[in-house]
C-alpha cells in the first residue's frame, strides 16, 4: 500500500518564481496537511485540508496557498518565492479520527 | 512560530545505554506524538498518546503522556546503532476546534549512537 507520495523531491527556484508542490495521501485517508521545516528546526503548520475544506492555516503570508482536490491529492503554491522560504515542506495525512498523521519524504525547495 | 520545549538537544551514546528525552509545553495538549526523522525523509511516527497517564510501547521505545497534559517523555532501552536520527516530540493543543489538527513541534533531539 503506497503511502504519503510527494512531488517534485528536490526543486531549485529563484526569487520572484512562483512554486507548485504535490501532495497524494495514503488511500482512504481525507485529511491533509503541509508543514515547513527548515534545517535545524522542527515542522512548522502551514495548512490542513479536510473533505476539501480549509481546516486550519498556519501563521504564514498570504503568498502561501493551497487546494484539495476531489480525490484527496493536495497542492501548495507558493508566490513571489523568498530566500527565506528555502526549506524542506512536508506533506501529512491522516483519517479524520485521532490519529498520528504519516508524512511523506518531503520536497526539498532552494530559492536561489 | 509556536514550539514545545524539548530537551536534551542532542545525545551521544554507547551502544546497548537506555536514552530518555521529554518535551513540555505551557499549554494542555490533548494529543502528543513521538516522531523519528532521517536525513532526507519526512518524519515517521513511533508512538501516538491520547489520555493523560498514558504509558505506550513500542519494541523498545516507551513514551508516557504527563498527568498534567503538558508534558511527555520518550524512553529507548537498550539502543542500537540504527536509532541514530532525529527524535521529535509533537502535540495537539486542546483548543483546536473540529477536525483542526494543528501540531505544534519541539525542535528535536538528535541522537548518536556509537557502536
Known amino acids: 500500500d503506497a503511502g504519503v507520495t510527494q512531488s517534485p523531491t528536490h526543486l531549485i527556484k529563484t526569487r520572484g518564481q512562483h512554486v507548485t508542490l504535490r501532495c497524494s495521501p495514503i488511500?482512504?485517508?481525507?485529511?491533509v496537511s503541509w508543514y515547513q521545516q527548515v534545517l535545524g528546526q522542527g515542522p512548522q503548520f502551514i495548512f490542513q485540508y479536510y473533505e476539501k475544506e480549509e481546516r486550519g492555516r498556519g501563521n504564514f503570508p498570504d503568498r502561501f496557498s493551497a487546494r484539495q482536490f476531489p480525490n484527496y491529492s493536495s497542492e501548495l503554491n507558493v508566490n513571489a518565492l523568498l530566500l527565506g522560504d528555502s526549506a524542506l515542506y512536508l506533506c501529512?495525512?491522516?483519517?479524520?479520527?485521532?490519529?498520528?498523521?504519516?508524512f511523506g519524504s518531503g520536497t526539498r525547495l532552494t530559492v536561489v | 512560530g509556536q514550539q514545545l520545549n524539548q530537551s536534551p538537544q542532542s545525545m551521544f551514546i554507547q551502544e546497548g545505554e537506555d536514552v530518555s528525552m521529554n518535551c513540555t509545553s505551557s499549554?494542555?495538549?490533548?494529543?502528543w506524538l513521538w516522531y523519528k526523522q532521517e536525513p532526507g525523509e519526512g518524519p515517521v511516527l513511533l508512538i501516538a498518546?491520547?489520555?493523560a497517564g498514558e504509558l505506550t510501547s513500542n519494541g523498545r521505545l516507551t513514551a508516557q503522556f504527563g498527568i498534567t497534559r503538558k508534558d511527555s517523555f520518550l524512553n529507548i532501552s537498550a539502543s542500537i546503532p540504527s536509532d541514530v536520527g532525529i527524535y521529535f516530540c509533537?502535540?495537539?493543543?486542546?483548543?483546536?476546534?473540529?477536525?483542526?489538527?494543528?501540531?505544534?513541534w519541539g525542535l528535536g533531539t538528535s541522537l548518536a549512537v556509537n557502536p
Open positions: 498518546l491520547y489520555k
Open positions: 501529512a495525512s491522516s483519517l479524520a479520527a485521532r490519529e498520528g498523521y504519516t
Open positions: 488511500s482512504g485517508h481525507k485529511s
Open positions: 499549554s494542555i495538549f490533548n494529543t
Open positions: 509533537a502535540g495537539q493543543p486542546i483548543l483546536n476546534a473540529g477536525n483542526n489538527r494543528k501540531l505544534i
